[in-house]
């Protein structure tokens, strides 16, 4: 009976550690796509509003007596 205990034992084992194993690596996967996903967002992001924000921050620079960028 105990042979059998220990056998179960490291199976159940054995398998957790399969288990937790493949987590982190899907894990990785998963922030690796959340990082891309919000680099495109932030790429996006500048190409639309890139002339505005030019704008704003020459408005600000000849406010305070500075000289525009082009």
Same mark, same amino acid.
């Given at each position: ?15 957790? #550690? ?48 500075? #000289?525009?960028?082009?």
């Amino acid at each position: 009976m105990t042979g059998l205990m220990v056998s179960m034992l490291t199976f159940v084992s054995g398998i957790k #550690t399969r288990l937790s194993g493949e987590e982190k690596g899907a894990t990785a996967v998963e922030y690796g796509l959340l990082v891309a996903l919000i680099a495109a967002f932030v790429i996006g992001v500048v190409t639309v509003l890139g002339g505005e924000i030019k704008g704003a921050f020459n408005d600000i620079v000849a406010g305070m007596g500075g #000289t525009r960028v082009p």
